[in-house]
């Protein structure tokens, strides 16, 4: 079955650090791919989101994704957290032939060490 | 402001009692969607609407209705034949033109069981 994948549901950071949220996805058509962020209690923020113009997306507070179709990633990566990057990150895929629906990920939770 | 109104923001269910859920916007988006978060399993798609009138089933239908007759609003009634509603429920939309849209979605409504 088409499938998002997020490896790893918690991942901790040191404030300063890289941080590095894997998704892979699974699709023999590359889909549309998005990145959307929640703090507690809220809805859902887009971050970026890749529809075949560029590999490498930018996205708000200075988060960015790759998509790579060769390893069916779309790697969130931000190369100095902060303390209010601390949120549940999830990756979301608009499938062929589904609809225009959203699959998500079930989730990565971002916290951020002082 | 544009955006996604949902209503009421936390809503309480007692046994055998059907609950309907509020989703406005003023986006004039043509696309509607409910989703049910529960922690650890992302979202999972509820009902969507992609115009007046029309509405189709997602993932978890069951034991919940919808109803879509004006563009704006797309209420979620939770019945009595689901018996465990307690969860985080979000309402999104995107405008239904084209393919690989993003979707915007409200502030949620957290139901629990009284």
């Known amino acids: 079955a088409q499938s998002v994948t997020q490896l790893g549901s918690h991942v901790s950071v040191s404030e300063g650090a890289l941080v590095l949220l894997r998704c892979n996805y699974s699709?023999?058509?590359?889909?549309?791919l998005f990145w959307y962020v929640q703090y507690p209690n809220q809805g859902l923020q887009l971050l970026l989101k890749?529809?075949?113009?560029?590999?490498l997306v930018k996205g708000i507070n200075g988060f960015e994704a790759e998509f790579k179709k060769s390893e069916t990633s779309f790697h969130l990566t931000k190369p100095s957290a902060h303390m209010s990057d601390a949120a549940e990150y999830f990756c979301?895929?608009?499938?062929?032939?589904?609809?225009?629906?959203?699959?998500f990920g079930s989730g990565t939770q971002l916290t951020v060490l002082p | 402001d544009g955006g996604i109104t949902q209503s009421p923001k936390y809503l309480f269910r007692k046994e055998g009692q059907n609950v309907t859920l509020s989703c406005e916007q003023n986006l004039n988006h043509d696309a509607m969607y409910w989703y049910r978060q529960d922690p650890g399993q992302g979202l999972r798609l509820i009902y969507y609407s992609q115009i007046v009138n029309d509405f189709q089933k997602g993932d978890i239908a069951e034991g919940y209705s919808v109803s879509r007759e004006k563009k704006e609003s797309f209420p979620l009634t939770v019945t009595s034949a689901q018996k465990n509603p307690t969860a985080f429920y979000l309402c999104?939309?995107?405008?239904?033109?084209?393919?690989?849209?993003?979707?915007?979605f409200g502030d949620g409504t957290r139901l629990s069981i009284l």
């Open positions: 890749y529809t075949s113009a560029a590999t």
């Open positions: 999104a939309t995107s405008t239904g033109r084209g393919f690989g849209q993003p979707q915007h």
């Open positions: 699709s023999s058509v590359p889909p549309y």
């Open positions: 979301a895929v608009i499938l062929s032939g589904s609809a225009r629906q959203l699959t």
